[in-house]
């Protein structure tokens, strides 16, 4: 625990725009900024306990900066920034599957967007403990490099179907069919 005391001290010593935020209200309050981040935390984590809306407050967090990260590693030169946000970006695509096929069920679990909003910031969380990376690489990847030769096949021949019905709806359509401009 002492670990994490210290990271989340590191952190409120950045300048970014949440210690901004926190610096201004310490200024106006009196109280550190530890303490009104541990408040800002335990709020958050009540209302996603107890309010409504949680699931789209927990969906905002996992989107809302990861986004406006992955638009600044994008403009970047660097390429470094770009994996780590597409490797996330891969990660939400597939707890967002799972979530699909089992929502219904998990939904009515006490603790279960704050669960989900946990993983979320995991999985965005700095390097070394980036979930996302540790995810992919223990997970997507071998699953991936197991089976994409497969999967090329697959979306290949389905890509090839689906411009053969495009082709062949586009032969039986007469021109008379067409939409034609309405004479005024």
């Not at 809306?53 to 970047?76: D, M, Q, R, T, W």
């Not at 695509?93 to 995991?122: H, R, T």
């Amino acid at each position: 625990m002492d670990g994490l005391s210290q990271r989340v001290e590191r952190f409120l010593e950045q300048r970014n725009l949440v210690t901004d935020v926190l610096g201004a209200l310490e200024a106006k309050t009196g109280l550190e900024k530890r303490y009104l981040a541990a408040g800002a935390v335990t709020l958050l984590s009540l209302y996603l306990l107890f309010g409504y809306g949680a699931s789209l407050l927990c969906n905002l967090i996992g989107f809302v900066y990861p986004a406006y990260a992955s638009i600044k590693a994008i403009e970047s030169p660097s390429k470094d920034d770009d994996t780590v946000w597409l490797t996330y970006w891969v990660v939400y695509a597939l707890f967002g599957l799972a979530e699909f096929f089992s929502d219904l069920l998990l939904s009515w679990f006490p603790f279960y967007y704050v669960g989900k909003c946990a993983f979320l910031l995991f999985c965005m969380a700095p390097r070394p403990w980036n979930g996302a990376l540790m995810l992919y690489q223990r997970v997507v990847r071998p699953l991936f490099l197991r089976h994409h030769g497969a999967v090329d096949r697959i979306m290949n021949n389905l890509s090839g179907r689906a411009l053969d019905a495009a082709a062949g709806i586009t032969r039986n359509v007469k021109p008379s069919q067409t939409l034609q401009p309405k004479d005024k």
